[in-house]
Nanobody, 123 residues
Framework: VQLQASGGGLVQAGGSLRLSCTAS??????MGWFRQAPGKERDFVAA???????TYADSMEGQFTISRDNAKNTIYLQMDALKPEDTAVYYC????????????????????WGQGTLVTVSS
């Protein structure tokens, strides 16, 4: 089982990026994104289950859009109006089990993690 994330890079403030994460080896009930800025904890960004139901971190809804292509076993994170404070390593995560709502945002819910992709937003 492997999660392969891609799409990170350097972008100016106000710009957009789209991250992708493709799962190989099995189909996951839920997949999501976390991010970790330098010197900070890894924080929840967004998640989407196999039915298309989604959850966002409160501060990111409206700026980020998560989507899923079940046929490709891939999720996407469209990030718009990027700010320097969005700079972080973005990690893809997945679980075989669909968690209860209160657990969607928790790190421990996810059993599989990708290698991370760096997003740098310049001012």
């Amino acid at each position: 089982v492997q999660l392969q994330a891609s799409g990170g890079g350097l972008v100016q403030a106000g710009g957009s990026l789209r991250l992708s994460c493709t799962a190989s080896g099995c189909a996951f009930a839920i997949m999501g994104w976390f991010r970790q800025a330098p010197g900070k904890e890894r924080d929840f960004v967004a998640a989407i289950d196999w039915t298309g139901g989604y959850t966002y971190a409160d501060s990111m809804e409206g700026q980020f859009t998560i989507s899923r292509d079940n046929a490709k076993n891939t999720i996407y994170l469209q990030m718009d109006a990027l700010k320097p404070e969005d700079t972080a390593v973005y990690y893809c995560a997945a679980s075989l089990n669909n968690p209860i709502v209160s657990q969607v945002r928790e790190l421990g819910t996810y059993d599989y993690w990708g290698q991370g992709t760096l997003v740098t937003v310049s001012s």
